[in-house]
């Protein structure tokens, strides 16, 4: 009998505490684990009392009573075992409950983000569609387009001034003179024995004038000195005409000459020496009208050295000039 009061004490020791744990299986587990051990550890101590106070009983009786004892309160704290598996599954629970909420955060960042990339291509839409912005940026399209329009019209102006209307030098050929008979004489007289009197000459000139330029022009009457060493020997007057782009046209020119005896003596003593050979030098200008480019008026400068044959003007006067080099000015 007393042998087994022990397991009825601890019985119900054990028994007193596990309706105080399973009356509370939210309760945390250190609590369930420590009240647990709290009644095996008291089952013990009236164990060891009980053999204490009972020396002569059967060492296997305690052991197994100790064994039932520790046994019981094994079984107690499996019956605790529950609280500690609901708290893993809450565990789970929170970690499954935390990953979620950190994939609602990450969720909701992301679609903050998706939401403010929409509301800036929304405002990006809206400035685009905005009148305003569109005013700007036509504006804007319109102005370089002008300033590229104007860079390309002043680039195609500069080919067209290059190619079209740069300058060229025309040339001209003298194709024939024409001397009246008494001229002729009263010339060759005033040149071999010239006397007191002075001698006027007319002579008409019928030349070929070649415009090479891609414009053409109307020349205006022109006016024209004729040199040699220093003295005048000819005023020369050109007739109105046409000079055709690209293409020949015939001038008309007339020449007066006045030699005097002081120049006859000279050109006497001079030509002899230099087989009749002169070189005389041709100045003058005439306007013209370019009535292609809008009816603009210019000034043709023309400076000349004429190379002549004195002798050829009694047998072939149509070859009396011989050669000749000429420089072109062109001014408004």
């Known amino acids: 009998a007393q042998v087994h009061r022990p397991n009825t004490l601890s019985l119900r020791l054990t028994t007193a505490s596990l309706p ?32 204490m106070a009972s020396p002569r009983s059967e060492p296997k009786n305690g052991e197994a009573a100790a064994a039932v004892g520790s046994a019981k309160a094994m079984h107690d704290l499996e019956a605790q075992k529950p609280p500690r598996t609901i708290t893993g599954s809450t ?11 950190s994939n609602d955060s990450y969720g909701a960042s992301g679609g903050d983000t998706l939401d403010a990339d929409e509301s800036n291509g929304k405002a990006e839409n809206a400035s685009v ?15 370089i387009t002008c300033c590229l329009s104007c860079c390309s019209f002043a680039f195609i102006l500069s080919i067209l001034f290059v190619v079209f209307l740069r300058p060229r030098e025309p040339e001209w050929e003298v ?23 002075s001698v006027k000459v007319d002579i008409d000139a019928f ?9 053409g022009a109307e020349a205006d009457a022109g006016r024209f000195v004729v040199t040699w060493e220093g003295h005048e020997l000819a005023s020369v007057t050109t007739e109105r005409g046409w ?34 050979l002169m070189q005389v030098h041709v100045k003058g200008e005439l306007d013209a009208t370019v009535k292609s480019l809008f009816g603009l008026k210019v000034k043709v400068g023309l400076d000349c050295v004429v190379d002549a044959s004195v002798l050829l003007i009694m047998s072939d006067p149509d070859k009396l000039v011989t050669g000749h080099k000429c420089t072109y000015d062109v001014s408004l």
């Open 20 to 51: 105080t744990a399973m009356a509370s299986p939210r309760s945390e587990p250190k609590n369930a684990e420590a009240a647990a051990a709290t009644g095996s550890a008291e089952a013990m101590h009236d164990l060891e009392a009980a053999a």
């Open 91 to 101: 565990r789970a629970s929170d970690e499954s409950s935390s990953s979620d909420s």
């Open 129 to 143: 569609s905005d009148p305003k912005t569109a005013a700007k940026r036509s504006w804007r399209i319109g102005r």
């Open 175 to 197: 194709q024939k003179l024409v001397i009246p008979p008494a001229a002729l004489n009263n010339c060759i007289q005033a040149i071999m024995s010239p006397s007191g009197e």
């Open 207 to 215: 030349v070929d004038f070649s415009n090479p330029n891609y414009i």
């Open 243 to 276: 000079a055709a782009a690209r293409s020949h046209s015939q001038v008309t020119a007339h020449s007066t000459s006045i030699i005097t005896p002081e120049l006859g003596n000279l050109l006497m003593e001079t030509l002899p020496g230099r087989n009749y």
